[in-house]
């Protein structure tokens, strides 16, 4: 029988070594680190993921004001011109130009072109619908027609025009836009060509 006094000794682990406390705590330091690290390997990420929602918002859902222009190439055709009045066909384009991430659909409207702030032609422009970053392009012919004008040397035109829309992001976002057009046009009487035209 064993001597009850007999002192008892721990079993010693299978391997044959025993962890020292100071190994314990460089454990836990390398858990609590890894922990730290995950985390900030989240938030990295958060702000990632926030700064590609701000880009994105601030580009892509922004929505700017389509412009509409006349074309540069506007030509004169069948003109009559005398002292006092001056007539003709005035061939231009019509561009309506969107630069949105998003067709824009535009109503009918109507150009109309003005010497001294009276009337002397319009244009019907029909509804349309120009592109994602497009640009709408419409062929137009306008009878000039001005009496009581001296018409000899340069003549000056203006142009207004207003089209009222909607852009569409996404395919469920819709945003009412409504472009404007001013436009100078410089026209040479002798020479029956259009010199210049200028687009606000």
Known sequence: ???????????APANGYVRSDGESLSEDELKRKKRIKCFAYIGIFIV???AIGAVFGLTVLKVKTPKVRLGTTSTLSGVTSSTTSFSST???QIRVKNTNWGPYKFDQGVVTFMYQGTPVGTFTVPKGKAGMRGTK????????NTA?????????LTSEAKLTGKVTLMGMMKKKKSASMNCTIQIDVSGQTVKSVVCK
């Not at 029988?1 to 079993?11: F, G, I, R, S, W």
């Not at 392009?137 to 000039?144: H, R």
């Not at 009581?148 to 000056?156: D, F, M, Q, Y």
Request: aromatic letters at 8%; charged letters at 15%; zero cysteines.
């Open 1 to 11: 029988m064993a001597d009850k006094n007999q002192q008892v000794y721990p079993l």
């Open 48 to 50: 990632f993921q926030m």
């Open 90 to 92: 005035f061939n231009t």
């Open 137 to 144: 392009k419409i062929d137009a012919s306008v009878s000039l």
């Open 148 to 156: 009581a004008l001296n018409s000899s040397g340069e003549l000056t």
